[in-house]
């Protein structure tokens, strides 16, 4: 099992930063994906970005590439995510996922473990 953690998570004005950042614990795996959704009231769970070990791939989605930012730590499981020029369309619940291979993907249901959620809202 591996248990996620996320932190960093509040309430920002229009065109601030946040920096994510998910833990990952229990057992560990020589390849491996984490990656970040998000879920706004009433609209289904979306990709947001991810990250493999050991290859360091990264993939974003469409509308928060150039804006955010997905990192790893080399020597503890973590990764971060760094989000510029927040907008109102960012409100939403922040989950960190990880999937058991260094393959990167952007569809929820191939992550099999979730954190519980960090709540990000941009106020305009």
């Known amino acids: 099992q591996v248990q996620l953690v996320e932190s960093g998570g509040g309430l920002v004005q229009d065109g601030a930063s946040l920096r994510l950042s998910c833990t990952a614990s229990?057992?560990?795996?020589?390849?491996?994906?984490m990656g970040w959704f998000r879920q706004a009231p009433g609209k289904e769970r979306e990709f947001v970005a991810c990250?493999?070990?050991?290859?360091?791939?990264?993939m974003y989605a469409g509308s928060v590439k150039g804006r955010f930012t997905i990192s790893r730590h080399n020597t503890v499981s973590t990764v971060y995510l760094q989000m510029n020029k927040l907008n109102s369309e960012d409100t939403a619940l922040y989950y960190c996922?990880?999937?058991?291979?260094?393959?990167?993907?952007?569809?929820?249901?191939?992550?099999?473990?979730w954190g519980q959620g960090t709540q990000v809202t941009v106020s305009s």
């Open positions: 996922a990880a999937r058991t291979t260094g393959i990167v993907s952007s569809t929820p249901s191939q992550y099999a473990y």
């Open positions: 990250i493999s070990w050991p290859g360091g791939i990264t």
């Open positions: 229990g057992r560990t795996f020589s390849d491996i994906t």
